[in-house]
Nanobody, 121 residues
Framework: QVQLVESGGGLVQAGGSLRLSCVAS????????MGWYRQAPGKQRELVAT???????NYADSVKGRFTISRDNAKNAVYLQMASLTPEDTAVYFC???????????????WGQGTQVTVSA
């Protein structure tokens, strides 16, 4: 299996910054795209940002210019630097990856347990 462990969530005032981290571990043959999703109360989970193994990034329109995704392939880690936070960014943030556990298996999607980000007005 592949495990994802997130860290870095918390409570911050509007206009503040937070940095989320996520490390993948376990039986990993190859780590493909990694990313962050979020789910606010009463809403569906939505994409925040993704990054390929080659470093290509994709962002939700709502976070462009405020959030930056990056990864460290040597550490199997992905990060989300969040700035200019607003109360609308309040949600549980989930780390995601697409990975192969060995050369013979197809790739699968894996999720972390989530980390709470709360932005106060």
């Amino acid at each position: 299996q592949v495990q994802l462990v997130e860290s870095g969530g918390g409570l911050v005032q509007a206009g503040g910054s937070l940095r989320l981290s996520c490390v993948a571990s376990g039986s990993i043959f190859s780590l493909n795209a990694m990313g962050w999703y979020r789910q606010a109360p009463g809403k569906q989970r939505e994409l925040v940002a993704t990054i390929t193994s080659g470093g290509s990034t994709n962002y939700a329109d709502s976070v462009k210019g405020r959030f930056t995704i990056s990864r460290d392939n040597a550490k199997n880690a992905v990060y989300l630097q969040m700035a200019s936070l607003t109360p609308e960014d309040t949600a549980v943030y989930f780390c995601h990856c697409n990975a192969k556990r060995n050369r013979f298996l197809r790739s699968d999607d894996y999720w972390g347990q989530g980390t709470q980000v709360t932005v106060s007005a």
